[in-house]
């Protein structure tokens, strides 16, 4: 298994250009299936890469997981010469559907997200060697060589916003201090969130000799924003000052309703106080998956010839492939020892010597 390599090209320019188009992005996005797309820097004699990306299940203007994915593929075109096309899809069957029309028509790197496109995804890449594929946010014991699978260590940021939201709850109400989390389906992704969240919560409690109470509901799809609303307002009902959304878009009806009870919220995947400016005042921070720089990152090495398969990349906070978001509205109310101790289990995490309780 291979680390996220920011050496492998220049991180900190490639997240300059990330946020530049991801800010364009979040004003314009309402995309069903995106038609070829030319790249902005054009190379003479060099035929553009054609990339194919097919969405989780859902949409691209998710404000989260599929749009984080897209605006790496966006920002990649501004670099490199390619053509791209970016496909939505209903069902968990259309994944290979919409991978087989890729390769009919020639695509040369196929990205695909989720452990839904898995298989599919790795049949496919079996059956074409000459194809590249990239499959975000699952790993395989064994991958074929023209294949990267990304695993994204998600633990190690959501663990200190449950420290964080931990914080705040106890600051809000310290005779009976609850906090929550509204889960998409309870598989293993989804559980990789809300159990390091709640250790996080224990590990606060255990550190300042508090009693902050974790509350949780799983939803039964990503696509459902009434049912985040109402998993939300139950647990609002039940005490929660904190509601951390890691559901696709249900979570996102989660934050509206935590914001219309006067609760604040934790994002997911993206830094949702950009990408739903409407529930940006409530947002504490959000535990974010970069996406979009590994996929910037992938095309740009597919085009440059050195896109390496049979290799598994490894996202944690030390390589800067999962994080917090910055705490925007709530920088000034958040003081300085709980910064720097949010700080310190970061460091503890990625030193060893703080457990994430993931895996269990």
């Keep these: 298994m291979s680390n996220f390599d920011p050496n492998r090209s220049n991180l900190r320019s490639m ?6 188009v991801t800010s364009f992005i979040l004003l314009s996005v309402n995309i069903l299936n995106v038609g070829f797309l030319s790249s902005c820097k054009k190379q003479e004699n060099t035929p553009p890469l054609k990339v194919g ?4 299940l859902g949409t691209f203007n998710d404000r989260g997981f599929n749009q984080q994915a897209l605006n790496g593929l966006i920002a990649a075109g501004y670099e490199v010469p390619i053509e791209y096309e970016a496909r939505e899809i ?13 390769v009919r028509n020639n695509f040369n790197l196929i990205i695909t997200l989720g452990y839904d496109a898995a298989q599919a995804t790795m049949n496919a890449a079996t059956a074409n060697p000459s194809i590249r594929f990239l499959l975000l946010d699952y790993t395989f014991t064994t ?35 609850k906090i929550a989390y509204v ?14 969240y709640s250790k996080g919560v224990e590990y606060f409690n255990t550190l300042y000799h508090t009693h902050v109470e974790v509350l949780g509901a799983y939803a039964n799809n990503f696509n459902d924003t009434l049912q985040g609303a109402q998993l939300a307002d139950s647990l609002i009902n039940k005490g929660a000052e904190v509601v951390f959304a890691c559901a696709g878009k249900t979570g996102n009806g989660a934050l509206y309703k935590a914001k219309e009870a006067g609760k604040q919220g934790i994002g997911v995947d993206i830094d949702q106080y950009l990408s739903i400016p409407e529930v940006g005042p409530i947002l504490l921070t959000s535990c974010v998956k970069r996406l979009d720089i590994i996929v910037l990152q992938e095309v740009i090495n597919a085009c440059n ?28 109310l958040i003081p300085a020892d709980i910064k720097q101790a949010v ?18």
Excluded: R
């Design 15 to 20: 997240k300059k250009l990330v946020l530049l």
């Design 53 to 56: 990306l097919i969405a989780g």
């Design 90 to 102: 209903n069902t968990a069957a259309d994944i290979d559907s919409n991978i087989q029309y890729f």
């Design 143 to 177: 991958i074929p060589k023209n294949m990267i699978c990304v695993n994204y260590q998600v633990d190690q940021a959501s663990f200190p916003c449950g420290f964080l939201a931990a914080w705040w709850a106890n600051q809000k109400n310290p005779v009976d201090p």
């Design 183 to 196: 889960g998409g389906p309870e598989i293993s992704e989804i559980q990789q969130f809300s159990k390091s």
């Design 305 to 332: 010839g050195t896109f390496w398969g049979n290799t598994a990349i490894h996202c944690t906070l030390a390589n800067q492939g999962i994080g917090m978001a910055p705490y925007h509205d709530f920088d000034l």
């Design 343 to 360: 700080e310190d289990v970061k460091t503890g995490i990625m030193n060893g010597t703080i457990s994430t309780g993931w895996p269990e």
